[in-house]
């Protein structure tokens, strides 16, 4: 029996390699101690441990003698040290494969990918990879139920005043190019009374405690303390069950965004300086993009209404059309759900699974 690594620096990248480990066993290493702790409490059956400076620590040694590393982002300088057999799955929906991360992908021998948008995009770059292939959808839906069986009361019952009311998550992305530090203030103030807001922040938000994002959240605990509709999620619910029952999602236009089209949620997309249709176009082309697959990812927008830094005053009005328009934008949500997803649905993990025990 082989032993198998799932190797993530980040937060971001546990929904998805637990979701093979479920299934293939092996021990889940981090370099940090917020991750660890972070996958600890979502996956208590699960092994897990921690590297450090000190070579002969648990997790130094496990990586080192790890015969199969399956991760979700590209650590070159650990990963090329490593005579294991290396296998990458993409943190997040994974927008960007320039060719320059194409170039960088090359320290794998097998790339699991989430749907057509990253395989129409890995092709046009690809000349003579020394790696292998294929589509094998994304992960975290391999958790996901089509149809939830939890209920939005039992679920929310702690949070909020009166449960029931129609569920709007406001899901920003880093805090460098997202709309958290100015937006998040005003949109919890703006949300009306006939619904509830659940804020969640980005996970390098929430779990990283940098001083910067400690004082804002602290500022967001303060207004919402007397406020019973408005509740701050620091990575406690699962995303499935709140995508489930939402009937919004304001977002920066992010991987949150896309992965709630699951279950078809409608979207509130903000534009920031550094986040808008116009600034993904021209970053995209910038880095080697194919003028076509820029144009498809700038689509995103195409999928609610939009909020700009020139009308901040309109958040509730423009939280209303969202809810009114949900039918509006149905075929566009559908039409960038199957360009992104493809048809795997919740099969995902077990494909993986089955590749990775090809390789053991």
Same mark, same amino acid.
């Given at each position: ?26 021990? !889940? ?5 917020? $991750?660890? #702790?972070?996958?600890?409490? *979502? ?9 450090? #400076? ?67 995009? &890995? ?14 959808? !994304? ?14 009361? *039992? ?11 129609? *569920? ?22 703006? $949300? ?23 004082? &804002? ?14 509740? &701050?999620?620091?990575?406690? !619910? ?62 995103? !927008? ?5 909020? $700009? ?52």
């Amino acid at each position: 029996m082989k032993n198998i690594v799932f190797y993530s620096k980040m937060f971001q990248a546990v929904h998805h390699l637990s979701e093979i480990q479920k299934l293939t066993g092996g021990t !889940f290493v981090t370099t940090r101690a917020s $991750t660890l #702790k972070a996958f600890k409490k *979502l996956n208590p059956e699960l092994r897990a441990a921690k590297c450090s #400076k000190i070579p002969v620590s648990r997790g130094n040694r496990i990586l080192k003698n790890a015969d199969q590393v399956i991760t979700g982002s590209i650590y070159a300088s650990t990963l090329t040290k490593l005579n294991a057999w290396k296998a990458m799955t993409f943190h997040g929906t994974y927008v960007w494969l320039t060719p320059e991360v194409v170039k960088n992908l090359t320290v794998f021998d097998h790339l699991f990918l989430i749907g057509p948008r990253m395989k129409q995009m &890995l092709e046009r770059h690809l000349d003579s990879a020394s790696f292998t292939y294929e589509t094998s959808g !994304f992960l975290p839906f391999s958790s996901y139920e089509e149809h939830p069986i939890s209920s939005k009361y *039992l679920l929310f019952s702690n949070i909020f005043k009166k449960p029931n009311l129609p *569920l709007i998550i406001y899901a920003p992305t880093s805090w460098k190019i997202g709309s958290f530090k100015n937006w998040a203030i005003d949109i919890a103030t703006a $949300t009306p009374e006939d619904c509830n807001l659940l804020i969640r922040p980005h996970p390098r938000i929430a779990l990283k405690k940098e001083k910067k994002t400690t004082i &804002l959240l602290n500022k967001l605990s303060e207004l919402i303390r007397n406020k019973t509709n408005v509740a &701050l999620d620091l990575n406690y !619910f699962n995303a499935s069950d709140i995508y489930a029952h939402a009937n919004l999602i304001i977002s920066d236009a992010n991987s949150t965004a896309e992965e709630s089209l699951f279950y078809d949620c409608p979207q509130l997309l903000i534009e920031t300086d550094k986040c808008s249709r116009k600034t993904i176009l021209n970053n995209a082309i910038r880095d080697g993009i194919h003028h076509d697959d820029a144009e498809q990812i700038a689509q995103i !927008f195409d999928l609610g209404p939009i909020l $700009t830094h020139s009308a901040p005053n309109n958040i509730e009005k423009m939280i209303h059309t969202a809810l009114s328009a949900e039918s509006h934008y149905h075929n566009n949500r559908k039409e960038y759900f199957k360009w992104v997803f493809g048809d795997i649905r919740t099969e995902a993990a077990g494909k993986a699974a089955i590749t990775i025990n090809e390789h053991r």
